[in-house]
């Protein structure tokens, strides 16, 4: 046993938290030059958790636990600050979105939200796992301490409220595309629901040949067929 878990960590079978990519776009205006910087100065993030509140039930014998909500964590974020301050100004603009700086009304919900996605990649770039955050704004942006004797880079932290997120698994093709594992599944079920009617009207060994030969043949052009 400890010989194959060696083999696999060699083989780069655990993931890395350095791997990841941070795709989203803010309602503010900007240029893809400064999202592109935004993204690519984003120096920490999590993968937010989930919990649900639950409430003692008995019925009979011993009390239960029973589920009646489902909350998710907050989502903390640490972006490197450039030279230009747009990082900063992006976060900026969108909080002066939420809220209008000189008439101090809140705008509606559906503008100032936005859906973000964190993908976890592999030592070879490819993404396996991908979560989406849906409904996302900031809550909070932190303060940045100005020192004389400090010469660090400036980092500013950034806490996200949204209101649900959705992860799948993803299985990458050998060109660099993305599949999500449960389409295979899909694709499964569909061929044999196919092969069960066929069956029916012309013959178990006509339907098992035909079946097969089509199945032979969408899987040689399935790298073609993802295109969407």
Known sequence: MLKDFISEVKRGSIARNNRYAV??????????????????????IQLPGVNYSTVQNRTFGEFRETPYEK??????????????????????????IIQNPKTRTFSYYNDYISKMTIEVQDLQNKTRYEMTL????PKNIGSIQLDYA?????????TM???YWTATTISPLADGQKIPTNFIDKLTQNFT??????????????????????GSAIVTKLPGLLRF
């Open 71 to 96: 909350l998710f964590d907050n989502l903390s974020m640490s972006f490197y600050v450039d030279n230009d301050m747009k990082v900063k100004s992006l976060f900026d603009d969108w909080i002066g």
């Open 193 to 214: 629901g196919f092969q069960e009617k066929l069956n029916g009207v012309i013959g178990e060994r006509a339907g098992n040949f035909v079946t097969g030969a089509l």
């Open 23 to 44: 795709i989203f776009t803010p309602p503010a205006r900007e240029n893809p030059g400064a999202l592109r910087k935004l993204l690519l100065f984003c120096d920490q």
């Open 134 to 137: 849906w409904e996302c704004y």
């Open 150 to 158: 400090n010469k660090d880079f400036m980092k500013m932290q950034v």
């Open 161 to 163: 409220q949204y209101k």
